[in-house]
Protein backbone atom coordinates (compact mmCIF):
# COMPACT_ATOMS: atom_id res chain seq x y z
CA UNK A 1 0.00 0.00 0.00
CA UNK A 2 1.64 3.47 -0.95
CA UNK A 3 1.63 6.66 1.71
CA UNK A 4 -0.98 8.80 2.02
CA UNK A 5 1.57 11.71 1.41
CA UNK A 6 -0.42 13.63 3.98
CA UNK A 7 2.41 16.02 4.06
CA UNK A 8 1.14 17.89 0.36
CA UNK A 9 -1.85 18.85 2.44
CA UNK A 10 -2.10 21.76 4.50
CA UNK A 11 -2.50 21.43 8.37
CA UNK A 12 -6.30 21.90 7.78
CA UNK A 13 -6.87 19.99 5.11
CA UNK A 14 -5.13 16.80 7.12
CA UNK A 15 -6.98 17.79 10.26
CA UNK A 16 -10.52 17.94 8.27
CA UNK A 17 -9.95 14.30 7.28
CA UNK A 18 -9.06 13.21 10.74
CA UNK A 19 -11.76 14.40 11.81
CA UNK A 20 -14.35 12.88 9.60
CA UNK A 21 -12.64 9.76 9.26
CA UNK A 22 -13.08 9.38 13.12
CA UNK A 23 -16.83 9.40 12.49
CA UNK A 24 -16.71 7.22 9.11
CA UNK A 25 -18.31 4.67 10.97
CA UNK A 26 -22.39 3.76 11.72
CA UNK A 27 -21.34 2.27 14.91
CA UNK A 28 -19.52 5.42 15.97
CA UNK A 29 -22.52 7.83 14.55
CA UNK A 30 -24.48 5.43 16.51
CA UNK A 31 -22.62 6.06 19.37
CA UNK A 32 -22.33 9.45 18.88
CA UNK A 33 -26.09 9.98 18.67
CA UNK A 34 -26.73 7.45 22.16
CA UNK A 35 -24.19 10.15 24.31
CA UNK A 36 -26.41 13.27 22.67
CA UNK A 37 -29.51 11.48 23.32
CA UNK A 38 -28.62 10.86 26.75
CA UNK A 39 -27.69 14.07 27.14
CA UNK A 40 -25.13 12.76 30.24
CA UNK A 41 -22.28 10.27 30.75
CA UNK A 42 -22.81 6.44 29.35
CA UNK A 43 -21.62 3.73 31.49
CA UNK A 44 -22.60 0.11 30.61
CA UNK A 45 -25.70 1.12 28.54
CA UNK A 46 -24.42 1.28 25.22
CA UNK A 47 -23.97 -2.41 24.71
CA UNK A 48 -27.69 -3.10 25.26
CA UNK A 49 -28.55 0.34 23.47
CA UNK A 50 -26.68 -0.75 20.35
CA UNK A 51 -26.86 -4.41 20.21
CA UNK A 52 -22.87 -4.93 18.91
CA UNK A 53 -20.39 -6.88 21.32
CA UNK A 54 -18.54 -5.03 23.87
CA UNK A 55 -15.31 -5.61 22.37
CA UNK A 56 -16.60 -3.59 18.84
CA UNK A 57 -18.33 -1.31 21.35
CA UNK A 58 -14.50 -0.42 23.16
CA UNK A 59 -13.06 -0.20 19.73
CA UNK A 60 -15.02 2.31 18.44
CA UNK A 61 -15.11 4.32 21.87
CA UNK A 62 -11.29 4.04 21.90
CA UNK A 63 -11.23 5.84 18.04
CA UNK A 64 -14.01 8.34 18.89
CA UNK A 65 -11.28 9.16 22.16
CA UNK A 66 -8.56 9.11 20.03
CA UNK A 67 -9.84 11.57 18.04
CA UNK A 68 -10.73 13.77 21.15
CA UNK A 69 -14.54 14.03 20.39
CA UNK A 70 -15.35 11.97 23.83
CA UNK A 71 -13.68 11.82 27.18
CA UNK A 72 -13.79 9.10 29.67
CA UNK A 73 -13.79 9.12 33.44
CA UNK A 74 -13.47 6.22 35.74
CA UNK A 75 -16.20 5.40 38.27
CA UNK A 76 -15.64 1.94 40.21
CA UNK A 77 -14.84 -0.77 37.46
CA UNK A 78 -16.45 1.01 34.57
CA UNK A 79 -15.32 4.23 32.24
CA UNK A 80 -18.35 6.19 31.86
CA UNK A 81 -18.05 8.58 28.42
CA UNK A 82 -19.53 11.97 26.73
CA UNK A 83 -18.76 13.79 24.42
CA UNK A 84 -16.15 16.37 25.03
CA UNK A 85 -17.66 19.69 24.90
CA UNK A 86 -14.58 21.71 23.92
CA UNK A 87 -13.76 19.63 20.79
CA UNK A 88 -17.06 19.40 19.90
CA UNK A 89 -17.34 22.88 19.27
CA UNK A 90 -14.04 22.81 17.26
CA UNK A 91 -15.59 19.99 14.99
CA UNK A 92 -18.34 21.71 14.72
CA UNK A 93 -17.17 25.19 13.00
CA UNK A 94 -14.68 23.43 10.83
CA UNK A 95 -17.44 21.30 9.36
CA UNK A 96 -19.70 23.83 8.92
CA UNK A 97 -17.07 26.04 7.33
CA UNK A 98 -16.20 23.54 5.02
CA UNK A 99 -19.64 23.01 3.66
CA UNK A 100 -20.31 26.84 3.90
CA UNK A 101 -17.53 27.50 1.80
CA UNK A 102 -19.39 26.38 -1.43
CA UNK A 103 -22.29 27.68 -3.19
CA UNK A 104 -23.23 27.17 -6.63
CA UNK A 105 -22.88 30.70 -8.07
CA UNK A 106 -23.11 29.35 -12.20
CA UNK A 107 -25.63 26.92 -11.57
CA UNK A 108 -23.71 24.15 -12.91
CA UNK A 109 -24.62 20.25 -13.29
Not at 56 to 71: P, V, Y
Request: hydrophobic share 40%; proline share 1%; with cysteine.
Amino acid sequence: MGASKTEIFTQEQNKLAQMMKALAHPARIAIIQELIKANACICNDLVEELGLAQATISQHLKELKTAGLIKGTVEGASICYCIDEKVWKEYKQQLASFFVAYENKNKCC
